[in-house]
């Protein structure tokens, strides 16, 4: 017995089983896609008390910082931030670090510098660029 399987426009797949001698003998039609489940108000649960507009919270003030953010936020700091510091804080590997700052720098119109601290490792600093800088 040989079986084919079809899909149709509506995501249900048809499966026709056919003998030696090419007649059908069973079709089976099942559906891929998953029944809509309606959301809790619909299913008779009771509904949240409507909010003040002095507890709405924005997107912007809900939103947790980026990793980009959290890498700008330590290179601005007096101190600047290492390599293992950026790589702690956002979890991205030492190249797309790398890559970030170069980008960061002439986005945001400042100067990354970086020199070797006592212990040897490389510290980034973020250097306001001057006037003329920005311009040229």
Same mark, same amino acid.
């Given at each position: 017995?040989? +079986?084919?399987?079809?899909?149709?426009?509506?995501?249900?797949?048809?499966?026709?089983?056919?003998?030696?001698? /090419?007649?059908?003998? *069973?079709?089976?039609?099942?559906? !891929?896609?998953?029944?809509?489940?309606? %959301?809790?108000?619909?299913?008779?649960? %009771?509904?949240? %008390?409507? *909010?003040? $507009? $002095?507890?709405?919270?924005? #997107?912007?003030?809900?939103?947790?910082?980026?990793? /980009?953010?959290?890498?700008?936020?330590?290179?601005?700091?007096?101190?600047?931030?290492?390599?293992?510091?950026?790589?702690?804080? +956002?979890?991205?590997?030492? !190249? +797309?670090?790398?890559?970030?700052?170069?980008?960061?720098?002439?986005? !945001?119109?400042?100067?990354?510098? *970086? #020199?070797?601290? #006592?212990?040897?490792?490389?510290?980034?600093?973020?250097?306001?660029?001057?006037? *003329?800088?920005?311009?040229?």
């Amino acid at each position: 017995m040989k +079986s084919k399987t079809t899909k149709t426009r509506k995501g249900e797949t048809t499966r026709r089983s056919t003998t030696r001698a /090419g007649a059908t003998t *069973s079709v089976a039609t099942t559906r !891929h896609k998953m029944a809509r489940v309606a %959301p809790t108000a619909e299913r008779g649960a %009771p509904a949240a %008390p409507a *909010s003040t $507009d $002095d507890t709405v919270a924005t #997107a912007a003030q809900t939103a947790r910082p980026t990793k /980009g953010a959290n890498i700008l936020a330590l290179i601005k700091r007096p101190e600047g931030a290492t390599m293992t510091e950026l790589m702690g804080a +956002s979890g991205w590997q030492r !190249h +797309s670090i790398r890559g970030f700052l170069s980008v960061a720098a002439k986005k !945001h119109g400042f100067t990354i510098t *970086s #020199a070797k601290n #006592a212990a040897g490792e490389r510290v980034y600093r973020a250097v306001a660029m001057a006037v *003329s800088e920005a311009r040229g």
